[in-house]
């Protein structure tokens, strides 16, 4: 019998050059195509290195390149990514048994050094006029092209804005069509990425719903750099920068602290994160400087302390029920050792003459006063004593 191709023999077709295009395998003197299910890039290593090619691979799903007309001769492929040939991989001959359409065709691209106009897995947004959102668009074989939305998510916008250099970003992945519809190839579908990935192209991914996927449902994505790191604290609203609510970075935003049952001690270790200095660091009146508007509050603040060397940490632990705004946690820190201080944390003295006048009391190297909500007689006698 003359055969056209020995059994086992490779070659990629219909694609725009020789590194790439639909798989087809000879089987008994047949040169037929390869299902897409459970195709994947350890499937597609072995035909590139059974083509001589040794770079990285790509699998590519049903659609990327035209559909075949022969048989489909093999399905569910599972190779290690060691073999010497596609044959010797697991898999399901199915020779006119096959219940695998050639929408479903599978494809290779071997990735190989060249000069280009685009490095292959860079990606970029496009259709927006903005560098911070867009349609999704993939560098592959020398060529752009885009990504289809089925399976698409946070997560897997995530680690395109992280690519893009939108390090700790808030990233929002956006369905199809949202930023015009693309043009060239629909590279990669089902999408599966943990988020942690430093490229698109190291998720996984299978080609599950890809085969009727158009341009009209090019994935894009919005980042957006959040307004805070977390665990960064600020004091808001105070009388000077040493005084104000205490408000905690938490998930990217800030909310406010609650107030309720804090001691000087986490004054003294906020104070001290925050760069000022800690001598008389106090917890005041709660909402002393106004209620927070953050869409955040009632954030319990706890502290951690490894060792007596080691200066101690905050962490958000949760959230208080019935902490309100009206519970957010006001601080009193000193200015740092640097910066001389007016007086002493607990001083007082008379404003207006030397034996009568405004009581002020010293906090954090500052002066202040005092209301007279339930001030009696006994509280004078204090500060007379005080006074000498």
Same mark, same amino acid.
């Given at each position: /019998?003359?055969?056209?191709?020995r059994? @086992?023999?490779?070659?990629?077709?219909?694609?725009?050059?020789? $590194?790439?295009g639909?798989?087809?395998?000879?089987?008994?003197?047949?040169?037929?195509?390869?299902?897409?299910?459970?195709?994947?890039?350890?499937? #597609? /290593?072995?035909?590139? !290195?059974?083509?001589?090619?040794?770079? !990285?691979?790509? =699998?590519?799903?049903?659609?990327?390149?035209?559909s075949?007309?022969?048989l489909?001769?093999?399905? =569910?492929?599972?190779c290690?990514?060691?073999e010497?040939?596609?044959? +010797?991989?697991?898999? &399901?001959?199915?020779? *006119? /048994?096959?219940?695998?359409?050639?929408?479903?065709?599978?494809?290779?691209?071997?990735?190989?050094?060249?000069?280009?106009?685009?490095?292959?897995?860079?990606? &970029?947004?496009?259709? =927006?006029?903005?560098?911070?959102?867009?349609?999704?668009?993939?560098?592959?074989?020398?060529?752009?092209?885009?990504?289809c939305?089925?399976?698409?998510?946070?997560?897997?916008?995530?680690?395109v804005?992280?690519?893009?250099?939108?390090?700790?970003?808030? #990233?929002?992945?956006?369905? *199809?069509? !949202?930023?015009?519809?693309?043009?060239? +190839?629909?590279?990669?579908?089902?999408?599966?990425?943990?988020?942690?990935?430093?490229?698109?192209?190291?998720?996984? +991914?299978?080609f599950?719903?890809?085969?009727?996927?158009?341009?009209?449902?090019?994935?894009?994505?919005?980042?957006?750099?959040?307004?805070?790191?977390? *665990?960064?604290?600020?004091?808001?609203?105070? %009388?000077?920068?040493?005084?104000?609510?205490?408000?905690?970075?938490?998930?990217?935003?800030?909310?406010?602290?609650? *107030?309720?049952?804090?001691?000087?001690?986490?004054?003294?270790? #906020?104070?001290?994160?925050?760069?000022?200095?800690?001598?008389?660091?106090s917890?005041?009146?709660?909402?002393?400087?106004?209620?927070?508007?953050? !869409?955040?509050?009632?954030?319990?603040?706890?502290?951690?302390?490894?060792n /007596?060397t080691?200066?101690?940490?905050?962490?958000?632990?949760?959230?208080?029920?019935?902490?309100?705004?009206?519970?957010?946690?006001?601080?009193?820190?000193?200015?740092? =050792?640097?910066?001389?201080? $007016?007086?002493? %944390?607990?001083?007082?003295?008379?404003?207006? @003459?030397q034996?009568?006048?405004?009581?002020?009391?010293?906090?954090?190297?500052?002066?202040?006063?005092?209301?007279?909500?339930?001030?009696?007689?006994?509280?004078? +006698?204090?500060?007379?004593?005080?006074?000498?």
């Open positions: /019998q003359n055969c056209p191709c059994n @086992g023999d490779i070659r990629l077709m219909a694609g725009t050059s020789s $590194n790439e639909r798989v087809e395998v000879c089987y008994n003197c047949v040169w037929g195509t390869v299902c897409d299910n459970g195709w994947d890039d350890k499937d #597609a /290593q072995v035909v590139c !290195r059974q083509l001589g090619f040794s770079g !990285r691979a790509l =699998a590519m799903g049903g659609g990327v390149f035209p075949g007309a022969s489909v001769l093999l399905e =569910a492929v599972s290690l990514g060691n010497t040939s596609l044959i +010797r991989c697991p898999r &399901r001959v199915a020779v *006119g /048994q096959s219940t695998c359409s050639h929408s479903r065709d599978a494809g290779a691209i071997c990735l190989v050094q060249s000069y280009s106009s685009c490095l292959d897995g860079a990606v &970029r947004l496009s259709g =927006a006029g903005d560098s911070s959102l867009g349609r999704v668009e993939i560098c592959v074989n020398n060529q752009w092209g885009t990504i939305d089925s399976g698409w998510d946070n997560s897997d916008a995530k680690v804005c992280r690519q893009l250099g939108f390090n700790n970003s808030l #990233a929002v992945s956006v369905p *199809g069509g !949202r930023f015009g519809a693309g043009t060239g +190839r629909i590279f990669l579908s089902g999408l599966q990425c943990i988020g942690n990935e430093s490229a698109l192209l190291d998720c996984p +991914r299978t599950s719903g890809a085969q009727g996927c158009g341009h009209s449902q090019d994935a894009g994505v919005v980042c957006t750099t959040p307004p805070c790191t977390n *665990g960064a604290l600020r004091l808001a609203d105070g %009388t000077d920068k040493y005084s104000g609510r205490l408000e905690v970075c938490n998930g990217g935003q800030w909310g406010t602290v609650c *107030g309720k049952d804090v001691s000087n001690d986490l004054a003294t270790t #906020a104070c001290g994160l925050l760069g000022f200095g800690t001598k008389g660091a917890v005041l009146n709660n909402a002393l400087f106004g209620s927070g508007s953050t !869409r955040m509050f009632g954030l319990v603040l706890v502290q951690q302390c490894r /007596q080691s200066p101690c940490t905050l962490v958000v632990n949760g959230t208080r029920s019935k902490c309100s705004h009206w519970d957010d946690l006001s601080l009193l820190c000193a200015p740092p =050792a640097t910066v001389p201080l $007016n007086c002493s %944390t607990g001083d007082v003295k008379l404003v207006g @003459g034996t009568d006048g405004l009581v002020e009391v010293c906090l954090g190297g500052q002066w202040g006063t005092v209301c007279d909500d339930s001030w009696t007689d006994n509280s004078a +006698r204090v500060v007379c004593k005080q006074l000498g």
